[in-house]
């Protein structure tokens, strides 16, 4: 079966727009329920329908930025799987575009784009007999070496967390983790892709240097438009290469 249907989940809107101009995508407000925060932009690209969903504005607790972390990640993604479902167009893959934190120890520099090979959580920490693993939550991501090969990106692992910084635990379990690249999200949007049966994989440009010596948030608001700038250049190389080939040609 060729990839036809792709969504592409997208945190943060500073993320998401230059790519959502530059194929020009339409913002599509059926999509979703309307009691929701989230957004969806849609649009043919070549062969391919495409749709960029973002998390939108926290309204819940006033602040009005951008929901980041898992829990709107889950619940956008599950939402836009399930409804693509029942449209009787269900998606053939699943991308997580975004930015995040690099390890230097395994060779992570601010501007690269890793492709993950897998993902799974460092704050899930759960000391009971078969939960242990169960809150580590590791998922494998389809294969896409040579995607990485055509792009010139990293393959490796990333670890998700609910915050920007991390502590000792934190630490420890990245390491355990294997991680490459740490991000807000991945293993939450890798957990709803699995649900609805949906080959998923995480895109990610590094704007913080984890084991580095500079705070992660002035590293990551220093270089959050140059990530997105690459995520643009990089995005649409992305969605060339899958469209129209089968999944085992990825
Ligand atoms: N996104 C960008 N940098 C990050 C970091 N250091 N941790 C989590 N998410 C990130």
Redesign the pocket.
Known sequence: MLISNVVVAIAMEAEASPFVNHLNLQLDTSFFPSETPFRAFRGKHNNCNLTVITNGADTVYGTGVDNVGTVPAAVATFLALQKLKSDTDPADLLINA????GFRRKGAAIGDVFLTTAVANHDRRIAIPGFTSYGIGKVESTSVERLASHLNAKLGICST?N????HELDSHHMLQNDASV???EAAAIAWASEVWSTPHFGVKVV??I?DGDKP?HEE?LENLGKAAKSLQSTLPKVIDYVCDRKHDEL
């Open positions: 975004g930015t995040c934190g967390g915050s920007l910084d991390f740490k991000d807000m704007t913080d984890v992660s990551f």
